[in-house]
Nanobody, 127 residues
């Protein structure tokens, strides 16, 4: 079964940027839908973005929390999926996860749909 590994989290000042990475050692991520979620303490896990597999049109969709400041992309050669986050705000502080449902095309961006998760990476936005 594919295992996902996130990296790139850390402490950033308000207004700053981060790029999170999602890898799947030993598996070809290009075949799978990859979504990004985040969960802040005491809050429900919320969907940020989803990117369809490279074997389809590779289309993306965004949840409300991801629109405008966040973008997701693939690097097929490096077998990686990224979440680019700009103009970060303190409310963006959360643990960020990548996930897949094993499918090819993004559908419903809700955590109940996805059954394979990474361990998460902490993002803290603070001055």
């Amino acid at each position: 079964q594919v295992q996902l590994v996130e990296s790139g989290g850390g402490l950033v000042q308000p207004g700053g940027s981060l790029r999170l990475s999602c890898a799947a050692p030993g598996y070809n991520l290009n075949y799978y839908v990859i979504a990004w979620f985040r969960q802040a303490p005491g809050k429900e896990r919320e969907g940020i973005s989803c990117i369809s597999s490279s074997s389809t049109d590779g289309s993306t969709l965004y949840g409300d929390s991801g629109k405008g400041r966040f973008t997701t992309s693939r690097d097929n050669a490096k077998n990686m999926v990224y979440l680019h986050m700009n103009n970060l705000e303190p409310d963006d502080t959360a643990v960020y996860y990548c996930a897949t449902d094993g499918g090819r095309v993004c559908g419903r961006l809700h955590y109940v749909v996805f059954d394979i998760w990474g361990q998460g990476t902490q993002v803290t936005v603070s001055s």
